[in-house]
Protein backbone atom coordinates (compact mmCIF):
# COMPACT_ATOMS: atom_id res chain seq x y z
CA UNK A 1 0.00 0.00 0.00
CA UNK A 2 1.25 3.77 -0.80
CA UNK A 3 2.04 6.11 1.38
CA UNK A 4 -0.29 9.75 1.91
CA UNK A 5 2.05 12.25 3.04
CA UNK A 6 0.06 16.24 3.94
CA UNK A 7 2.07 19.07 3.33
CA UNK A 8 0.36 22.11 4.83
CA UNK A 9 1.58 25.35 3.39
CA UNK A 10 0.89 29.31 3.27
CA UNK A 11 -1.04 30.63 0.51
CA UNK A 12 2.06 32.51 -0.51
CA UNK A 13 3.76 29.55 -0.57
CA UNK A 14 1.18 27.03 -2.49
CA UNK A 15 3.20 27.59 -6.16
CA UNK A 16 6.46 27.32 -4.53
CA UNK A 17 6.11 24.02 -2.85
CA UNK A 18 4.01 22.45 -5.69
CA UNK A 19 6.92 24.01 -8.26
CA UNK A 20 9.15 22.07 -5.93
CA UNK A 21 7.08 18.48 -5.92
CA UNK A 22 6.88 18.73 -10.05
CA UNK A 23 10.09 19.11 -10.26
CA UNK A 24 11.00 16.25 -8.62
CA UNK A 25 9.15 14.57 -11.07
CA UNK A 26 5.46 14.05 -9.04
CA UNK A 27 2.83 14.26 -11.17
CA UNK A 28 -0.69 16.13 -10.36
CA UNK A 29 -3.82 13.68 -9.91
CA UNK A 30 -6.08 16.37 -8.95
CA UNK A 31 -6.60 20.16 -7.94
CA UNK A 32 -9.65 20.38 -5.30
CA UNK A 33 -11.44 22.44 -2.53
CA UNK A 34 -13.09 21.91 0.30
CA UNK A 35 -15.58 25.17 1.80
CA UNK A 36 -14.60 25.44 5.37
CA UNK A 37 -17.53 28.08 5.72
CA UNK A 38 -17.24 31.73 5.16
CA UNK A 39 -15.22 32.94 2.71
CA UNK A 40 -13.28 30.29 3.94
CA UNK A 41 -11.82 27.43 1.39
CA UNK A 42 -8.73 24.78 1.70
CA UNK A 43 -7.51 24.15 -1.77
CA UNK A 44 -5.70 21.06 -2.05
CA UNK A 45 -3.22 19.01 -4.78
CA UNK A 46 -2.74 15.43 -4.77
CA UNK A 47 0.67 13.96 -6.10
CA UNK A 48 1.96 11.45 -7.09
CA UNK A 49 5.40 9.43 -8.16
CA UNK A 50 5.57 5.54 -8.57
CA UNK A 51 8.73 5.38 -6.05
CA UNK A 52 7.34 7.88 -3.33
CA UNK A 53 3.67 7.34 -2.86
CA UNK A 54 1.26 9.85 -2.58
CA UNK A 55 1.31 13.87 -1.42
CA UNK A 56 -1.65 16.25 -0.92
CA UNK A 57 -0.81 20.12 -0.51
CA UNK A 58 -2.92 21.73 1.44
CA UNK A 59 -3.59 25.52 1.85
CA UNK A 60 -6.12 27.72 3.58
CA UNK A 61 -7.20 31.01 1.69
CA UNK A 62 -9.23 33.31 2.62
CA UNK A 63 -11.46 35.08 0.24
CA UNK A 64 -12.28 32.75 -3.25
CA UNK A 65 -8.92 33.78 -5.05
CA UNK A 66 -6.23 31.15 -5.42
CA UNK A 67 -2.91 30.84 -7.53
CA UNK A 68 -3.03 28.73 -10.35
CA UNK A 69 -0.39 25.55 -10.63
CA UNK A 70 -1.79 25.34 -14.65
CA UNK A 71 1.66 26.35 -16.04
CA UNK A 72 3.23 24.05 -13.85
CA UNK A 73 1.34 20.83 -14.87
CA UNK A 74 -1.07 21.63 -17.83
CA UNK A 75 -3.54 19.12 -16.75
CA UNK A 76 -4.09 21.20 -13.53
CA UNK A 77 -6.06 23.46 -15.86
CA UNK A 78 -9.31 21.61 -16.43
CA UNK A 79 -9.21 20.69 -12.70
CA UNK A 80 -9.28 24.47 -11.98
CA UNK A 81 -11.75 25.17 -14.31
CA UNK A 82 -14.33 22.68 -12.09
CA UNK A 83 -13.26 23.64 -8.86
CA UNK A 84 -14.32 27.52 -10.18
CA UNK A 85 -17.30 26.20 -11.34
CA UNK A 86 -18.29 24.11 -8.41
CA UNK A 87 -16.60 26.65 -5.23
CA UNK A 88 -16.59 30.24 -6.85
CA UNK A 89 -12.64 29.67 -6.64
CA UNK A 90 -11.09 32.33 -9.01
CA UNK A 91 -6.96 30.67 -10.01
CA UNK A 92 -5.01 33.68 -10.31
CA UNK A 93 -2.98 32.99 -13.70
CA UNK A 94 -5.44 30.27 -15.45
CA UNK A 95 -5.98 31.68 -18.56
CA UNK A 96 -9.65 29.75 -18.83
CA UNK A 97 -12.08 29.72 -16.19
CA UNK A 98 -15.07 29.29 -18.50
CA UNK A 99 -17.57 26.98 -16.89
CA UNK A 100 -16.14 22.84 -17.92
CA UNK A 101 -19.64 21.05 -16.99
CA UNK A 102 -23.13 23.19 -17.17
CA UNK A 103 -24.44 26.35 -18.06
CA UNK A 104 -24.54 27.34 -14.35
CA UNK A 105 -26.41 30.50 -13.09
CA UNK A 106 -26.34 31.00 -9.41
CA UNK A 107 -24.18 30.70 -6.80
CA UNK A 108 -21.68 27.88 -6.60
CA UNK A 109 -23.02 24.60 -6.11
CA UNK A 110 -20.42 22.91 -3.84
CA UNK A 111 -20.28 25.93 -1.66
CA UNK A 112 -21.80 25.17 2.37
CA UNK A 113 -24.22 28.39 1.91
CA UNK A 114 -25.37 27.11 -1.42
CA UNK A 115 -29.26 26.01 -0.73
CA UNK A 116 -30.31 22.91 -2.37
CA UNK A 117 -34.02 22.78 -1.27
CA UNK A 118 -34.61 26.45 -2.57
CA UNK A 119 -32.70 25.49 -5.70
CA UNK A 120 -34.86 22.37 -6.33
CA UNK A 121 -37.97 24.36 -5.37
CA UNK A 122 -37.55 27.14 -8.29
CA UNK A 123 -36.17 24.21 -10.55
CA UNK A 124 -39.64 22.85 -10.71
CA UNK A 125 -41.83 25.96 -10.18
CA UNK A 126 -39.89 26.49 -13.35
CA UNK A 127 -40.75 23.72 -14.76
CA UNK A 128 -44.24 23.99 -13.96
CA UNK A 129 -44.86 27.31 -15.35
CA UNK A 130 -42.97 26.52 -18.85
CA UNK A 131 -45.69 23.25 -19.03
CA UNK A 132 -48.90 26.08 -19.01
Known amino acids: MQKLKIVKVENTKYRE????YARNGYRLLTVSAIHIGGDDFEIYLILHRDDEGYIKISSIIKGNEAPSVSDI???AGMHEREVHELFGIKFIGNPCLEPLLTEWEGPPPFRKDFDWREYKRKMREGVSNNAT
Open 73 to 75: WKN
Open 17 to 20: VALK
